[in-house]
């Protein structure tokens, strides 16, 4: 059984940072790619930033230079270090985990963001 678990949210100002973390109950060597996606309120589920088993990462345009997707192998930690934020970026940010095909969710964390 595949778990994660997103910790982290909260309330920041405008310019501000905040770092999410999620935690895989499995390797992350078992995780071919790992993603954080944000849905606001109203809006659809959008892909924020993707990180491959090998490494490589990939950034939806709205972040890109301001966050950053990384990992602690020996932890089986992920995170999303969110830089500059704006209240646009208010939302649930939710973690996945793609292994062979199949996804896996956490409940999500929330991030507000005040102007």
């Known amino acids: 059984q595949v778990r994660l678990v997103e910790s982290g949210g909260g309330l920041v100002q405008a310019g501000g940072s905040r770092r999410l973390s999620c935690a895989a109950s499995i390797s992350i060597f078992s995780i071919n790619a790992i993603r954080w996606h944000r849905q606001a309120p109203g809006k659809q589920r959008e892909l924020v930033a993707a990180?491959?088993?090998?490494?490589?990462?990939t950034y939806v345009d709205s972040v890109k230079g301001r966050f950053t997707i990384s990992r602690d192998v020996a932890t089986n930690m992920v995170y999303l270090q969110m830089n500059s934020l704006k209240p646009e970026d208010t939302a649930v940010y939710y973690c996945?985990?793609?292994?062979?095909?199949?996804?896996?969710w956490g409940q999500g964390t929330q991030v507000t963001v005040s102007s």
């Open positions: 996945d985990a793609e292994i062979f095909d199949e996804h896996y």
């Open positions: 990180l491959t088993k090998g490494g490589s990462t």
